[in-house]
């Protein structure tokens, strides 16, 4: 062998060594760090370790039950300087971490029994990091063992200075005792408040699920985030990030800071007029404040609720930002019942909201028109903006949308306040309970809005919580088909089918889910179908990624799915499925399969 044959070998093998990709498993129930960590036999114990190895293409997985280290899901609140409630802790905490163009680190769950569990500051949390990608994870907070009562106990206490982790009795303070005016302690639309500065808060109602800041190339994707008191997913001072098939539900409920499902703020720019932020496909659903916010800079406090949005978009008008390059993309989004509002922009620039399906987005006001029951609020609840909005800003677009509201208050599907270069047109809207009105601002621009009942397959009027079903797609004779600005239409809908040449306003395309078996590049057979107990699945040599989700998309969490395969098929045991219609992901296809018994 020549010596230049043999240095080209050396130089391959070296460069498929750097590019070696290696498994990295975490399990905080059985694993140990002084294992190796590259199987599930042999995890690691921290997420810590698994972090410290990885390296650009590397994988961690997370097996079954993952919580910050004084995760207590039996905790009762007693006294309000209890040091559970102010350990501000992350579960998983993620500094720096870096991988490359093509090569990402990705966090994924195990399986479908795996879920991050946290009742601290943040379940998860992102800064300063680049080229990571959160895929297939199960992130659950506290909301459902919080009392109410607990959070309306907290709503006002805070100590003076930060990162307060252990405070005394004497250190609690209560905000409502700040008054300046009558000193009833009572909170009042004309109460006024000394300013504070520095101030902390009690972590345990406030708990965020999954937050990203000053980070860049991250992709969020299929997963699931429920139940936190705080916001669900919150992206701050970041670019090119894709949020993309999350279901987000059951959040924001016990926070003091007025928080929304899934937030993005402060975006950067890029170097060109891309996007910037991708929120597609999401399922956004069941997110509503409980208490009214208050916020230490502010010397009034407004005594109702309303915040607790699905999308909202705040802040994307820094100087940067504005004489920068990059737009906002939301699309495709299914969001229905949070509590004020589908999908908002706050004083944003270059934001395109097309084909959202946006329905009943005003809990606070349809279900609970006075605040919850014992909690503190004013006569009534304000605010119209209850399904696609945009207060402020400028060049925002409002294209090919369907938004469905509660008009028994005069709430508008469509809204805008102070918005300049806005373009609103080929949008669907409908009013339950009558006739919907629209926002003067848009009704003075918009083109081609058509004012009719989408004829959703199943969609209650009435309130059904996160645990019913809701079925977006539209009945064949639904005025949302062929009706789209195709110039602007994407090719493919909320289940990533392809759209056809007359393309449907809102998010789900019709016919595309019910009546496509595969895509195009798919080669595979799932059989029978329908089918009884289980399904074959022929032409998959190996399956990495199986998920079950009902046909509006909420993924479902089976404890007794099992999978066995021999050479030439995979057998999937679906016996715990009811009957009915569902989509099964298998990698990265969607298919459509029927469960009907004999």
Not at 94 to 106: K, P
Request: glycine share 8%; charged share 15%.
């Amino acid at each position: 062998m020549s010596k230049k044959i043999s240095l080209t070998l050396m130089a391959s093998c070296m460069l498929l060594l750097s590019f070696a990709q290696t498994g990295y498993y975490v399990d905080q129930i059985n694993g140990s760090d002084t294992n190796n960590g590259t199987s599930a036999a042999t995890a690691y114990k921290t997420f810590d370790k698994a972090k410290n190895q990885v390296t650009a293409g590397d994988t961690i997985s997370i097996i079954g039950v993952y919580a910050n280290s004084s995760y207590n899901p039996n905790f009762t609140y007693t006294v309000p300087h209890d040091a559970h409630l102010w350990h501000r802790e992350n579960t998983i905490r993620i500094t720096g971490l870096n991988g490359s163009n093509g090569n990402y680190i990705t966090i994924k769950g195990f399986d479908s029994n795996a879920v991050i569990k946290g009742d601290g500051s943040n379940i998860i949390r992102v800064t300063n990091s680049s080229y990571l990608k959160f895929e297939n994870l199960t992130i659950e907070g506290e909301v459902d063992r919080i009392p109410l009562s607990t959070a309306n106990a907290l709503q006002f206490i805070y100590v003076l200075g930060s990162g307060v982790t252990n405070p005394t009795a004497a250190d609690i303070h209560y905000r409502n005792e700040d008054e300046t005016n009558d000193n009833d302690n009572i909170v009042e639309e004309t109460d006024t408040y000394t300013s504070l500065g520095s101030v902390t808060r009690p972590s345990y109602i406030d708990t965020r699920g999954l937050y990203i800041s000053g980070s860049d190339n991250i992709i969020i994707k299929n997963n699931t985030i429920h139940h936190t008191p705080g916001g669900g997913l919150r992206v701050s001072d970041s670019k090119f990030v894709d949020i993309i098939g999350n279901e987000i539900y059951r959040c924001s409920a016990r926070s003091y800071s007025g928080t929304h499902a899934l937030v993005v703020t402060k975006t950067k720019p890029i170097g060109n007029n891309g996007y910037s932020i991708n929120i597609l496909k999401n399922n956004i659903h069941h997110n509503y404040n409980e208490q009214f916010s208050w916020a230490p800079t502010k010397t009034i406090i407004t005594p109702r609720i309303d915040e607790g949005k699905g999308i909202s978009l705040q802040r994307n008008n820094l100087s940067s930002w504005i004489n920068g390059q990059g737009r906002i993309l939301v699309q495709n989004n299914l969001c229905y019942w949070n509590g004020f509002s589908g999908v908002h922009s706050n004083d944003g620039y270059r934001i395109d909201f097309i084909n959202n399906t946006c329905y009943m987005n005003s809990y606070t006001n349809s279900v609970e028109p006075y605040g919850p029951a014992g909690s503190l609020s004013s006569e009534g609840q304000q605010g119209k903006n209850i399904g696609i909005s945009a207060q402020g800003g400028d060049d925002i677009k409002m294209i090919n949308n369907i938004s469905v509201v509660d008009t028994d208050w005069n709430g508008f599907a469509l809204a805008s306040g102070g918005t300049t270069n806005l373009t609103v047109s080929d949008n669907l809207i409908f009013g339950i309970n009558g006739t919907v009105n629209e926002d003067n601002d848009i009704a003075s621009i918009d083109v081609n809005t058509t004012i009719d009942n989408p004829l959703f397959v199943n969609a209650p009027t009435n309130y059904l919580d996160e645990t019913n079903s809701f079925d977006f797609n539209l009945q064949q004779t639904s005025p949302a088909i062929d009706a789209s600005d195709n110039s602007v239409a994407p090719t493919d809908d909320f289940f990533g089918n392809t759209r056809d040449s007359n393309a449907d306003i809102g998010a789900i395309e019709f016919g595309a889910t019910l009546g496509i078996d595969d895509l195009a590049t798919t080669n595979f057979i799932i059989y029978p179908n329908p089918f009884n107990e289980s399904v074959k699945i022929n032409g998959v040599e190996q399956i990495e990624t199986l998920e079950i989700f009902t046909i509006t998309g909420q993924k479902l969490l089976l404890d007794d799915i099992s999978m066995a395969k021999n050479q030439t098929q995979s057998t999937i045991n679906l016996s715990g499925l009811a009957n009915g219609i569902y989509l099964l992901r298998v990698n990265n296809t969607i298919k459509k399969i029927i469960k009907k018994y004999d």
